[in-house]
């Protein structure tokens, strides 16, 4: 089984083009994240994935077999809205057997496997129970038991977290994670959280006005993010304007810097954008001198307690540093100081 | 498929609502005064007797008058009943309520009989007033209901917001509420308009033989062999209504005014 | 958030117009009405008071209990017709683009400002053998022959379904407007058609809407009076039109006033057991 592919779809909604020219593979039992600031076109792309809106141009491919034309109710793809959808007029136990009603399967049967969809998602013994007598979080665990219901090829998430409060939240990631990874269905998430990506998703594809920014496993997209959309869009990052000056070197704020790699196409002389993860910026006393060091100044310093975060001034740009409490720098507002930037940390982007 | 089926249902239904519009433009326009398939000859003379003959004219006064005044009566009735039931939820609104959206459920001609041996019990059986009045009980219902649905769309933060800066009952009535709530009064205001100017029963039993209201002229002109000229009538209120409403829309939230509320993402 | 405790006296003052006006010209007519039903009749004249249950008696005869039975299965019929074409409708409309909605509801304000007599008079211009859709049948080689059908009970069914359509798009549309659209998007993914899912999702979550809606055009149905007389004979005339009659033509007040009240009562009788129906299904659910 190959799984989903989606060869050049494109959908427009009047003048603006909320999914251009998308190019992407979804192999099989994976755990995919859709991440992206709103209107990027995630949950665009996701509803065309489910057969809820039509593509304009492109197709999407089931195990190489063409799915375009196949309307939703015969896709077998479980998903969960963002609103939850639950039905208010059934039960939680009707509910989850909508799908097999349809199916035609009997009583008995439907009411165990409502049972054991319970089990799984860790709500057992309210079948019986109306949607409105349920707690946020328990709603949500019916909502993704519905999906499952069928034993859907691909398993879709619109944003299903957002609604939860935050400690709710972070456990329900975990769970969902261990959930998918329990039953093995292809599943796309669509969040804005890129915690959230990061936390729950095998690869993370990173979309930004419709495009496809970087697709690729969390660590990579935060160690070697493609452009500086997603650089600056996951995690923290500085980045700092500079000119490639030769092989390995760059110039940046009038000082040179040496650096790990270049992207092909930016010889001397081209305009780049460098990006360095605060982590990674350490903050020395004015008389450590040595390489890859911008002489800075301390703007302010912010304490948070589990770290310590600089925030410095290099000829005009503010860089972040973030320590741990046991590494924090002896610094105070207004302490010249050095700002090192290691070679092998600098990521450089094209401008 | 279906989105193909939903288009030609959905035209279907916009064709039958509109034959009749169209045969009444068709009767007004035709030159004749019977009408037949296919049409012949195109003229003005019915609008000219409807803007010009007295005959016409004083109907035409007597119902917009009416409809001014009893429009304006029925929001005037709904707007504290609306107000008293949103702001205190006592046993008493809602009761006030209900007697508010009586008159409209009734059957038309139970009420206008109610009326009726009101009025000559009274003695103001035939007096134009009568009928203003009459008409505005009979609308209260619908100032009534949009101008609740209006308060209903007030978010309580709103309210809270202003009394933490200062604005006691009073102002927040003034400088909140009415403001929020003008669009609604106004549509229910139209709603009571229109349908005062085609009310045919209550004008009818109440001062039929002596207030001569429009729609009370067509009927009877439609008693004793027609003239076109009533669909020059007809005509002109649908423009009205149309104007009225499309005025509505253009500069206002028709949707919304009408009840619609799409749920916050 | 509740007020700060007004006193008691400021809390009922906006209700005192309103309880005046009401009080004055609804209560007391229709309490007048009720008391001329039991009135003598003075031929010829109005009333004179007295206690009588000549009119009620004279009611139960099987003209006019026949046309009571008339009365309320035309409105019935309507009110039937009217949720299942305007449910549909009123559901269409509220996924259409937001320019397309506002043409429709200005195009349904617009029909309700036509008057009972000029739809009346439309439909059986429409509907007569001289310039009607017959007429157009034939034009388009559809018929033979040009056909009357007005007036007649069909011709009365157009024309009261026309009347009551606007009101129960109106009524349903706050309703259905507020569906979240994910819940039949929802049904769509878990396997049901289209179809399947407006009859196992959307009516079921407007039942009471739709009770609501389905009661009020009844009732609204059994008030009309001029629709009987210009598209129906006179065997479709329905008790409204022989109140009316009774009331201004045959001078006979009481006797109207009766009719008025026993129709009333039925209505009454009527939207109360449909609505106990409703309230002893939900507690059995």
Known sequence: MSGLRLEGVEKRFGAIVAVGDAHLHFPEGQFFCLLGPSGCGKTTLLRIVAGLIEPDAGRVLLDDGDITDVPAHRRNFGMVFQSLAL????????????????????????????EELLELVRLPGVADRHVSQLSGGQRQRVAMARALALEPRLFLLDEPLSALDAKLREDMQVELRQLQQRIGVTTILVTHDQREAMTMSDRVVVMNEGRVAQVGPPLEIYRSPANTFVADFIGTSNLLPAVVAAAGRVTVAGEALAVAALPDGLGPGAEATIS??????????DSAAGENRLPGRVTFVRDVGVSVETYLDCAGHEVISIASPKDRPDVRQGDRVLVELPAADIVVLSA | MSALLRRLFMTV???????????????????????LFPPEGFSFRWYEELFT?????????????????????????????????WRWRLFYARALFTLGIAPFILPPVIT???????????????RMEAVMVSHGIFFVTLPLVTVSLGLESIEPEVVEAARTMGADGRQVFRTV?????????????????????????????VAGFTVETLPIKIFNSLRYGYTPVMASVAVVFVLLAALVFGGIARFGNLPKLLGAWTPER | MRAPRASRAARYAPAVYPTIMLGLFFVVPFAIMLAVSFAHRVPGGF???????????????SFFLGTLGFSLFVAGLTAVICILVGFPVTYFITRMPRRRQVVWMVFLLSVLSLSEVIIGFTWSILLSRTAGLSNLLVWLDLMDKPVSWAPGFAALMCGMCYLGFPYTVLVLFPALSRLDPELPEAARTLGASPLRTFFTVIMPIYRNAIVATVIMIFVFSLGVYLLPQVLGRPQHWTLSVLITDQAIFQSNLPFAAAMAVFLMMVSLAL???????????????
């Open chain 2, 112 to 126: 206008a009989l109610g009326f009726l041996v009101f009025w000559a019990t009274v003695g103001l059986y035939g």
């Open chain 2, 53 to 85: 003959s007295a005959a016409w004219l004083v109907p035409v006064r007597n119902s917009l008058t009416i409809a001014l005044v009893s429009a304006l009566v029925a929001l005037s009735v709904a707007v504290p009943i609306a107000y008293f039931l």
């Open chain 1, 87 to 114: 039905f208010p007029h059934l039960t939680v136990g009707e509910n989850i057997a909508y799908g097999l009603r349809i199916r035609k399967v009997e009583r008995a049967a439907r009411r165990k496997r409502c």
């Open chain 2, 13 to 35: 239904m916009a064709l039958f609502l509109a034959a009749p519009l169209a045969v009444v433009a068709g009767v007004s326009f035709n030159a004749r005064k019977q009408l």
């Open chain 1, 276 to 285: 360095v993860r605060p982590e990674s910026v350490h903050v020395l006393p």
């Open chain 2, 177 to 205: 509420v009415v403001p929020l709530v003008r669009p609604y009064m106004i549509s229910g205001y139209a709603f009571a308009f229109v349908l005062s100017l085609n009310e045919y029963i209550v004008a009818y039993m």
């Open chain 3, 271 to 285: 939207v109360g057991v449909t609505l106990l129906l409703g309230r002893a299904e939900r507690r059995a659910a």
């Open chain 3, 47 to 61: 009333y004179e008071p007295g206690f009588e249950l000549a009119n009620y008696a004279r009611f139960v005869s």
